[in-house]
Antibody, heavy 123, light 106 residues
Framework: QITLKESGPTLVKPTQTLTLTCTFSGFSLNSAGVGVGWIRQPPGKALEWLALIFWDDETTYSPSLKTRLSITKDTSRNQVVLKVINMDPMDTATYYC???????????????WGQGTLVAVSS | DVQMTQSPSTLSASVGDRVTITCRASQGITSRLAWYQQQPGKAPKLLISEASALESGVPSRFSGSGFGTDFTLTISRLQPDDFATYYCQQYNTHAATFGQGTKVEI
């Protein structure tokens, strides 16, 4: 059974760096084709894909946020970490991590999601 | 970026109705199109991938079709659990993009 859970601060100040951790079970990030991604959703708005890391350490980022994002993995701890620099009130959102299945095309598709964590940006 | 446009934004329906949601891509994405269902306060749930492949455990009243730029999600007989928001997502490029969502309400 695949499960994922996000953890991190619920409130950050503008200009600070947000660090979120996704802890997962039921799969290995050493398995070929597997990945873990991050998606966010501002209150009442649509989903926005942020970043994806693959089993082989390849990473992809949203073009519009690429300069502010960093995704890394710790396979031994079954964790993926997302960092977002220079946080702004517009970054207030629920942040989800999700499992990417080992499909043939190396692109973001997510079949299992964490419950999400709401992060507010305010001074 | 590939832009995804869903219509309608809101859809009012009744239990037992047949409903159709459309999703249009700004450029061709072959069949790399997924549909998600999101209940209020919950994470999205993958319903369909590859435009028409139903995920395991998803009821057969859900179906998807399309190729290239135009796609549809159909719910054949709406059930109470189906009142939710639905999102399409393209994954043909390395930068995934979602539609703006369609809320199916009573």
């Amino acid at each position: 059974q695949i499960t994922l859970k996000e953890s991190g601060p619920t409130l950050v100040k503008p200009t600070q760096t947000l660090t979120l951790t996704c802890t997962f079970s039921g799969f290995s990030l050493n398995s070929a084709g597997v990945g873990v991604g991050w998606i966010r959703q501002p209150p009442g708005k649509a989903l926005e894909w942020l970043a994806l890391i693959f089993w082989d350490d390849e990473t992809t980022y949203s073009p519009s946020l690429k300069t502010r994002l960093s995704i890394t993995k710790d396979t031994s701890r079954n964790q993926v970490v997302l960092k977002v620099i220079n946080m702004d009130p517009m970054d207030t959102a629920t942040y989800y991590c999700a499992h990417r299945p080992p499909i043939a095309l190396p692109t973001p598709l997510f079949d299992h999601w964490g419950q999400g964590t709401l992060v507010a940006v305010s001074s | 970026d590939v832009q995804m446009t869903q219509s309608p934004s809101t859809l009012s329906a009744s239990v037992g109705d047949r409903v159709t949601i459309t999703c249009r891509a700004s450029q061709g994405i072959t069949s790399r199109l997924a549909w998600y269902q999101q209940q209020p306060g919950k994470a999205p749930k993958l319903l369909i991938s590859e435009a028409s492949a139903l995920e395991s455990g998803v009821p057969s009243r859900f179906s998807g079709s399309g190729f290239g730029t135009d796609f549809t999600l159909t719910i054949s007989r709406l059930q109470p659990d189906d009142f939710a928001t639905y999102y399409c997502q393209q994954y043909n490029t390395h930068a995934a993009t979602f539609g703006q969502g369609t809320k199916v309400e009573i």
